[in-house]
C-alpha cells in the first residue's frame, strides 16, 4: 500500500516535541488548524476528520467538530509512526476513509534503561519527559510521562484575545507484559493524558478549559506453529469541560464532553506457509456520549469482522486481498473491501497498486445537536432529532416558514464514503539514488454538510446536517533521496493536488457560476478553467531534508524546508465557490534547523531554530507564531 513510516532515529533528529512538529514535515501531509486551535491533519487532499489516529493500533477519541487534535500526543515515547494513504476501513473501519496513522510506543529493551530529557523554546515553552523501562526473560514494563507548557501567543495586538492561549498538560502511560510461557503473553497498556487552558473570551469574560483522556488496553496472545491469536479488550474516555465567568465572578457560561468507547476484538493470523497467511478478526464497538446541546444521550453498537488473504504465487508478485463488515443501528451497514498488490520487475524496479474503500459514519453531533446561540439566535439541529425539535419550536412561535419539508428526513443520513487508487513506482538507481512515485485518486461520494432548513422570526436560520458533496481528490506524490555517504544524506519531495466538488466542477462547465472583480463592476459569466477546487487545498507542495552526521565528533545537524502553494480559505466574490477570482493565501516556505551533540556517552544536548524566515500570517495561519528558538538537554540510563 502506499505507506511510509516515520523511525524514532528521525524523529530524535528534528527534536519535536508534538506529533503535529512531526506530521507537517511529511510529503502530502499538512497541519490544519481547527476553530478551537487544535492541529489536524489534511491527507491526500481530504480533511482532517477522514483520518483514523491510533495510538499502540487503537483508535483515539475526544474530536473536536471532526478534528482530532495532534498537538495532545506527545513523542518523547515513540518508537515509530506508521502512515498508510488511502481508504483503509477494510481493516480499520470507521474514519479510516483518507488514511491511517499509527502510534507506535516504545518496548523494553533488555535490563534496565532509560532516559531524561528537557527542552525550553520561545513563549516560555516546557518539554519534559521521563522514560524509563525493564525487561527480563519474562517480564517487560515501560514507564513514561511528559510534562508540557507554554504561555501561547498572540499574532494580533489589535484585539484583546491571544491566537493561543496559556496551556499546561500531561501525559502517563505505563506498559507492562508477562510471558506464561512459549506459547502464552499477557500485556496490559495504560496512557492518561489531562490539559488545562486559560479560557479567556474577552476582557470581562474568562475562565478554563479542561481536557482529560484514559486508554486501557489488555491483550493476550497465544502463538502456535500455525496458529496466531490476540484477545485485545479495549476501553478508552474522553472528557472535555469548560466555563466562562464574568468580572464578578458569576457563572456566564458552561459546557462539558464526555465519551466513551469499548472495543473488545479478537484475531488470528493462520500461516499457510512460511510466505502467505490469512488474517481473521471480528469485535464488538460500543460508544456513547453525553454532552451539552444533547437533548438526549446517544448509544451506538456496531460489531464488525474482517478477512485478509496475503498471497504470494511467486517470488516476485505479492498479493493482498481483504474485506469488512460493519454493522450499525442508525444506518446502512457497511462492507469494505480492499486489494493491493506488488510485482517486483527486478532488483532495482518495482510496481505497486492499492485499491480501497473507506467510510465516515455520521457522528453523533451530526445526528443528535440541539444548540441554538442565544447571542445570535441561530441553530444548529442534529439530523435525527429534526422532526422533534422543529415541531418544538413551532409550538413556541419561533418558525417563520420551513424552507426543507420534513419529510426529507425520514430516510437515514447516509455514511460519508470513498473509493481510493494508489499505483506507485519505485526505482533504485544506485547505492546513493532512489526515487519513489505515487498516482492517488479518491472519489469521495455523501459527505455531510450544513444547509438552512428554515427561518426563524428573529430573523435568524435553522441549520441541520445533510448528503450533498461528492468531491473527487487525485495528484502524483514523487520522492527522491540520495545518499552521498553514510554521513550525508539529501531527500527531495514533491506532490500536485487537484481537489473538486464534482457538483461544483460541472455548474462551471456549463456557464451558470458568475463572479465580480468588486462589488460595483458588472457580473461575469466563469469558465470551467475558473473553478479553483476545494478550500484550504493547496495545488503544489514541497520537501526539502538534508542530514549530516559526524561520528568522529559526535554531532549530527539536520536542514528541513516546506513549501505550501496558495490556497484559499473563503468565498470573496459571493458567488459560493472558490474561483481564480477570490482571494487567496499566499504560497510560503518554511525552514528549519536542528543541532545534536553527544557530549558525552550518554548525554546529548541539543538547539535548534523552527521558522527560521519567521513567517507569519495573522488573518490566516494560527499555527505559525514566528521564528522558534530551543534548546534541549538529555540524558540516557543503561
Known sequence: ?????????????????????????????????????????????????????????????????????????????????????????????????AGVINIITDEPKKGFNGSLSSSYETHNTLDNNISLSFSNKNFKSTFFINRYSSD???????????????????????????????????????????????????????????????????????????INTDLDIYFTSFYGDEYLDDDNGERFSESFYDQILFKPEIKSIYS????DNIVLGFGFKHESLNRTYFDINPKQNSPFAYFQYDYHPNEKINLIFGGRFDKFEEYKSQISPKFSGRYRIDDSNSLKLSLGYGFKAPDFRQLYFNFSNTSVGYSVIG????????????????????IIPLSDF?????????????????????????????????????????????????????FSYYNINNVSTYGLEVETKFKADNNFDISFGYQLLYA????????????????????????FRLKKSDYFGLYNRSRHMGVLKIN???????????????????????????????????????????????????????????????????????????NLSGRILYLKLKYRIN
Open 1 to 97: 500500500m502506499n505507506s511510509s513510516i516515520i523511525k524514532k532515529k528521525d524523529i530524535e533528529k528534528t527534536n519535536a516535541s508534538r506529533l503535529s512538529d512531526v506530521i507537517n514535515e511529511e510529503l502530502g501531509l499538512i497541519t490544519v488548524s481547527d476553530f478551537g486551535g487544535g492541529e489536524g491533519i489534511q491527507m491526500q487532499g481530504l480533511d482532517s476528520q477522514y483520518t483514523l489516529i491510533l495510538i499502540d493500533n487503537q483508535p483515539i477519541i475526544g474530536r473536536s467538530a471532526g478534528t482530532l487534535d495532534l498537538d495532545r500526543i506527545s513523542v518523547g515515547n515513540i518508537k515509530q509512526v506508521e502512515i498508510v494513504r488511502g481508504a483503509s476501513s477494510s481493516l480499520y473501519g470507521n474514519e479510516a476513509l
Open 152 to 226: 501561547g501567543y498572540d499574532l494580533n495586538q489589535n484585539d484583546e484575545l491571544n491566537t493561543v492561549n496559556k496551556f499546561r498538560n500531561s501525559t502517563l502511560q505505563l506498559k507492562l507484559g508477562y510471558q506464561i510461557n512459549k506459547n502464552f503473553d499477557i500485556k496490559l497498556n495504560s496512557r492518561y493524558f489531562s490539559q488545562s487552558i486559560d479560557n479567556i473570551a474577552s476582557d470581562l469574560l474568562s475562565g478554563e478549559s479542561f481536557t482529560a483522556e484514559d486508554n486501557i488496553n489488555l491483550s493476550v496472545t497465544h502463538k502456535s506453529k500455525k
Open 272 to 275: 499457510l506457509n512460511k510466505m
Open 383 to 402: 439530523y435525527n432529532v429534526i422532526n422533534s425539535v422543529i415541531n418544538q419550536l413551532i409550538e413556541e412561535g419561533q418558525i417563520a416558514n420551513i
Open 410 to 462: 425520514n430516510t437515514p443520513l447516509k455514511p460519508e464514503s470513498s473509493l481510493s487508487i494508489n499505483i506507485g513506482y519505485d526505482r533504485i538507481f544506485n547505492d546513493y539514488i532512489s526515487i519513489k512515485s505515487n498516482l492517488f485518486v479518491n472519489s469521495t461520494k455523501n459527505l455531510i454538510d450544513y444547509r438552512v432548513i428554515a427561518n426563524k422570526t428573529n430573523g435568524q436560520n435553522v
Open 500 to 523: 473538486f466538488d464534482i457538483d461544483a466542477r460541472r455548474l462551471f462547465e456549463k456557464g451558470e457560476v458568475y463572479a465580480r472583480e468588486n462589488p460595483s463592476s458588472p457580473a
Open 548 to 622: 549530516y552526521t559526524n561520528p568522529e565528533k559526535n554531532f549530527s545537524s539536520n536542514f528541513r524546508l516546506k513549501y505550501r502553494s496558495k490556497y484559499g480559505l473563503y468565498d470573496s466574490n459571493s458567488n459560493n465557490y472558490l474561483d481564480i477570482y477570490d482571494d487567496f493565501v499566499k504560497g510560503y516556505i518554511t525552514a528549519n534547523f536542528s543541532f545534536n551533540k553527544n557530549l558525552k556517552k550518554n548525554f546529548i544536548v541539543s538547539s535548534g531554530i523552527e521558522n527560521i524566515f519567521n513567517y507569519k500570517d495573522p488573518n490566516n495561519i494560527q
